[in-house]
């Protein structure tokens, strides 16, 4: 059974950069797309970036686009955000996600691995 975990959340200030990490177990990393998710207090989950795993092809919301920058390292079964010029509005749990799929990548239901996800909080 594979097992998705996040690492890297914290509180930062606006302006400020912060590397979320998502290492993976039980399954074959190297086959999978990699997404990021947030879910903000009071709203739906939303898709904020993913990556394929064959041509490792990066996926970013409108919102974080030119921000945020998702990378992988298939020899460390690791998938990393690295975000930038954080802004209060990207205060949110992050989940990180696996699935087989290479479409769709900004939809929930592509992945079928989970995180618990690891919290973000930017201050102004």
């Known amino acids: 059974q594979g097992q998705v975990v996040e690492s890297g959340g914290g509180l930062v200030q606006a302006g400020d950069s912060l590397r979320l990490s998502c290492s993976t177990s039980g399954l074959t990393f190297s086959t999978y797309t990699m997404g990021w998710f947030r879910q903000a207090p009071g709203k739906g989950r939303e898709f904020v970036a993913g990556?394929?795993?064959?041509?490792?092809?990066?996926y970013y919301a409108d919102s974080v686009k030119g921000r945020f920058t998702i990378s992988r390292d298939n020899a460390e079964s690791t998938v990393y955000v690295h975000m930038r010029d954080l802004k209060t509005e990207d205060t949110a749990v992050y989940y990180c996600?696996?699935?087989?799929?290479?479409?769709?990548?900004?939809?929930?239901?592509?992945?079928?691995?989970w995180g618990r996800g690891t919290q973000v909080t930017v201050s102004s």
């Open positions: 990556i394929t795993w064959s041509i490792e092809k990066s």
């Open positions: 996600a696996a699935g087989r799929a290479e479409t769709l990548v900004e939809h929930s239901g592509s992945y079928s691995y």
